[in-house]
């Protein structure tokens, strides 16, 4: 798969205060990156900078093989993006919004506004004044107006902030299908792990400045992929049926509460033991190793928040 992003060393100094450090990041054409970090870890900064909107202290960022500079015009063309929040002229409608970005990026193409909204599923409300649209709708349009161009690269900020569980559905879907039917490449930060987990190909996980992990999604996936659950008030006496009765070694303590048996043992079975030990259960359930669990092990147990 060609490689249509690549930075070397990727630095940014702010008052003498590195923000990001050394990042060498890597974005295979097609694909779908997640990328991720703790609020103020610098993926914001990493974006900019991609975008050129923030010059970079050191390091370089390379676009389809080409270096980028302060005059890579062209280059940029082939980038759409949502940086932070949208905005818009709120006196004009989305289909204004769309027709002025179209005219000032040398891209006035009627089809390709009306196709990007309903994609977005704004078609109903294009001649509706922005500045009556809520945060979600103002979202949609960003993304709208992101894609219109049918860039090469989609570069995506906290693309469902403001969205409700219904417009994050659509999105998703969304993205996936640029993704799969136009070989689109998206490169998207989001603080919900959940949703990446669903969408992305690749993760990049960005913590003070440094990139600590850069890795394909099924290798997390195939990560302990299966683990039993039990939530009980008696974690000390179930630990002591495990290991003795049941002769469970590969489990996880994870608070006094809950315990993850990674073990492969039937559910039946590790019941009945319980039953017989009277431990009292509150809850047993099978579940997947997920990205949040990964996330959450390599920031040393600190959440993305």
Same mark, same amino acid.
């Given at each position: 798969?060609?490689?249509?992003?690549?930075?070397?060393?990727?630095?940014?100094?702010?008052?003498?205060?590195?923000? &990001?450090?050394?990042?060498?990041?890597?974005?295979?054409?097609?694909?779908?990156?997640?990328?991720?970090?703790?609020?103020?870890?610098?993926?914001?900064?990493?974006?900019?900078?991609?975008?050129?909107?923030?010059?970079?202290?050191?390091?370089?960022?390379?676009?389809?093989?080409? /270096?980028?500079?302060?005059? #890579?015009?062209?280059?940029?063309?082939?980038?759409?993006?949502?940086?932070? !929040? @949208?905005? $818009? !002229?709120?006196?004009?409608?989305?289909?204004?919004?769309?027709? =002025?970005?179209?005219?000032?990026?040398?891209?006035?193409?009627?089809?390709?506004?009306?196709?990007?909204?309903?994609?977005?599923? %704004?078609?109903?409300?294009?001649?509706? @004044?922005?500045?009556?649209?809520?945060?979600? +709708?103002?979202?949609?349009?960003?993304?709208?107006?992101?894609?219109?161009?049918?860039?090469?690269? =989609?570069?995506?900020?906290?693309?469902?902030?403001? %969205?409700?569980?219904?417009?994050? /559905?659509?999105?998703?879907?969304? $993205?996936?299908?640029? #993704?799969?039917?136009?070989?689109?490449?998206? =490169?998207?930060?989001?603080?919900?792990?959940?949703?990446?987990?669903?969408?992305?190909?690749?993760?990049? &996980?960005?913590?003070?400045?440094?990139? &600590?992990?850069?890795?394909?999604?099924?290798?997390?996936?195939?990560?302990?992929?299966?683990?039993?659950?039990?939530?009980?008030?008696?974690?000390?006496?179930?630990?002591?049926?495990?290991?003795?009765?049941?002769?469970?070694?590969?489990?996880?303590?994870?608070?006094?509460?809950?315990?993850?048996?990674?073990?492969?043992?039937?559910? %039946?079975?590790?019941?009945?033991?319980?039953?017989?030990?009277?431990?009292?259960?509150?809850?047993?359930?099978?579940?997947?190793?997920?990205?949040?669990?990964?996330?959450?092990?390599? +920031?040393?147990?600190?959440?993305?928040?």
């Amino acid at each position: 798969m060609t490689t249509i992003l690549r930075t070397w060393d990727l630095t940014k100094v702010y008052e003498e205060k590195e923000i &990001v450090r050394s990042v060498n990041m890597e974005i295979k054409q097609g694909e779908i990156y997640g990328f991720l970090g703790p609020n103020g870890a610098g993926k914001t900064t990493v974006m900019k900078m991609i975008t050129n909107l923030v010059k970079p202290t050191a390091g370089e960022i390379e676009f389809f093989g080409d /270096k980028m500079t302060h005059r #890579s015009y062209e280059m940029l063309k082939r980038m759409g993006s949502i940086i932070e !929040y @949208p905005v $818009f !002229y709120d006196k004009l409608s989305a289909r204004e919004n769309l027709a =002025l970005h179209g005219e000032y990026m040398g891209y006035y193409d009627v089809k390709a506004m009306e196709e990007a909204l309903e994609l977005v599923k %704004l078609s109903a409300v294009d001649k509706k @004044p922005v500045k009556q649209f809520s945060l979600g +709708m103002k979202q949609r349009l960003g993304i709208a107006r992101a894609v219109m161009t049918k860039p090469e690269l =989609l570069i995506l900020d906290e693309p469902i902030n403001g %969205l409700d569980p219904l417009g994050i /559905k659509e999105l998703r879907e969304v $993205f996936r299908m640029l #993704s799969r039917e136009y070989g689109m490449t998206l =490169l998207i930060s989001s603080h919900i792990l959940g949703e990446i987990e669903q969408i992305a190909d690749t993760i990049g &996980v960005i913590r003070e400045g440094v990139l &600590v992990e850069q890795l394909a999604m099924d290798t997390i996936r195939n990560q302990h992929t299966q683990y039993i659950e039990l939530i009980t008030g008696e974690c000390t006496k179930t630990v002591y049926i495990l290991e003795h009765k049941l002769g469970l070694t590969n489990y996880k303590v994870l608070d006094p509460r809950t315990i993850r048996i990674y073990d492969d043992i039937p559910q %039946l079975e590790l019941s009945k033991a319980m039953a017989e030990a009277e431990v009292e259960l509150e809850s047993m359930s099978k579940k997947h190793h997920s990205l949040e669990d990964h996330f959450v092990e390599l +920031m040393g147990g600190a959440g993305i928040a």
